[in-house]
C-alpha cells in the first residue's frame, strides 16, 4: 500500500495536480482542483498522459521506428532514481511489516506478554530488565500482563495489559472499561493496552474523554512499527550508502 501510494503521489506531481510543500507533504495546486471537476469519479493513467508537457516532466523520449528515442512518449516506468530506492524501501518494509505481525501470531500469548514488555523497555521506560519491567501474566491476574516503570528508580509504575487477538477481532469498549478497572484495583492510574488487531471507535472514543486513570492504546500497526523502529525481533540485513555530488569541492575561489 505505501509503494503504491508512493508511486500516485509522484504521478499526481508529474502532472501538476499536486505540489511539495516539505517533506511528506503535499497540496493541491489549480490544475488538481480542475480535474477533481473534470474526473469525479477517478483520475485514470492516460488523463494524466493527456496533460500538456506530460513527456517533458519525465524526461523520456519515446521510440521511433528504428528504436531510436525521440520527444514525446513518455514511460510509465520513467522515476527518479532515489524515487525508486524510496519505493522499494517502503514495499520492503510493507512485507517485513506482515512478516513480523504472521510471527507474532504464532507464538503463545505469554511470549507476547513479554515481546511487549521488550518493546517498552526499547522505548525507554526504566532501564534493564530486572530493575524496570516485570511479566505478571497469570491466572486470576485481574487483566495485567505486566508492569514498567516509568522512571529509572521506579517512583511511577505503568500496568500493562496484552491482547494476542486475530487481526480482523476488534477490542472494544468493554475491554478497555475492564482493564482500567483493574488498574484502579492495582491503586495504579496509568496503564497501555497493546493488542495485535485494533480498537474500534467505542473503545477510541471512550479513552479521548479522558479520565483520572491515563490510558494509551497501541494497536497492531502501531506496535509493529515501533518493533522495526527499535529493531525488536528483528535485525538489519544490508545498508546501502547513496552518496551524492559534494558541489562545495568543485567550486573555484
Known amino acids: 500500500m505505501q509503494s503504491r501510494t508512493g508511486w500516485s503521489m509522484t504521478y499526481l506531481t508529474k502532472g501538476g495536480l499536486i505540489e511539495k510543500v516539505s517533506r511528506g507533504q503535499y497540496r493541491i495546486t489549480d490544475r488538481g482542483r480542475e480535474f477533481l471537476v473534470r474526473f469525479p469519479s477517478g483520475i485514470s493513467h492516460q488523463n494524466l498522459?493527456?496533460?500538456?508537457?506530460?513527456?517533458?516532466?519525465w524526461g523520456i523520449n519515446k521510440k521511433n521506428s528504428h528504436g531510436?528515442?525521440?520527444?514525446?512518449?513518455?514511460?510509465?516506468?520513467?522515476?527518479?532514481?532515489?524515487?525508486?530506492?524510496?519505493?522499494?524501501i517502503q514495499s520492503l518494509r510493507s512485507e517485513l511489516a506482515g512478516d513480523v505481525l504472521k510471527n507474532i501470531l504464532a507464538q503463545s500469548p505469554t511470549f507476547f506478554e513479554h515481546l511487549v514488555l521488550d518493546v517498552l523497555l526499547a522505548i525507554g521506560y526504566g532501564g534493564s530488565r530486572e530493575s524496570a519491567a516485570a511479566?505478571?501474566?497469570?491466572?486470576?491476574?485481574?487483566?495485567?500482563?505486566?508492569?514498567?516503570?516509568?522512571?529509572?528508580?521506579?517512583?511511577?509504575?505503568?500496568?500493562?495489559?496484552?491482547k494476542r487477538y486475530a487481526p480482523d477481532r476488534p477490542i472494544d469498549r468493554q475491554t478497555v472499561q475492564a482493564f482500567i478497572g483493574s488498574l484502579a484495583g492495582q491503586g495504579v492510574t496509568k496503564?497501555?493496552?497493546?493488542?495485535?488487531?485494533?480498537?474500534?471507535?467505542?473503545?477510541?472514543?471512550f479513552v479521548r474523554r479522558g479520565s483520572n486513570t491515563k490510558v494509551v492504546l497501541v494497536d497492531g500497526e502501531q506496535l509493529v512499527d515501533l518493533m522495526l523502529r527499535y529493531h525488536i525481533g528483528v535485525r538489519v540485513s544490508r545498508t546501502v550508502e547513496?552518496?551524492?555530488?559534494?558541489?562545495?569541492?568543485?567550486?573555484?575561489?
Not at 513518455?74 to 519505493?87: G, K
Open 135 to 162: 511479566h505478571l501474566g497469570k491466572a486470576g491476574d485481574e487483566g495485567i500482563d505486566g508492569r514498567v516503570n516509568q522512571d529509572a528508580l521506579g517512583l511511577d509504575q505503568i500496568m500493562v495489559q496484552a
Open 49 to 57: 498522459r493527456d496533460i500538456e508537457g506530460w513527456e517533458q516532466q
Open 242 to 253: 547513496i552518496l551524492e555530488l559534494d558541489q562545495n569541492y568543485f567550486e573555484i575561489d
Open 191 to 205: 496503564g497501555i493496552l497493546l493488542t495485535t488487531s485494533y480498537f474500534n471507535e467505542n473503545a477510541l472514543e
Open 68 to 88: 531510436d528515442a525521440t520527444d514525446g512518449e513518455a514511460s510509465e516506468t520513467a522515476v527518479a532514481p532515489i524515487e525508486l530506492v524510496e519505493n522499494g
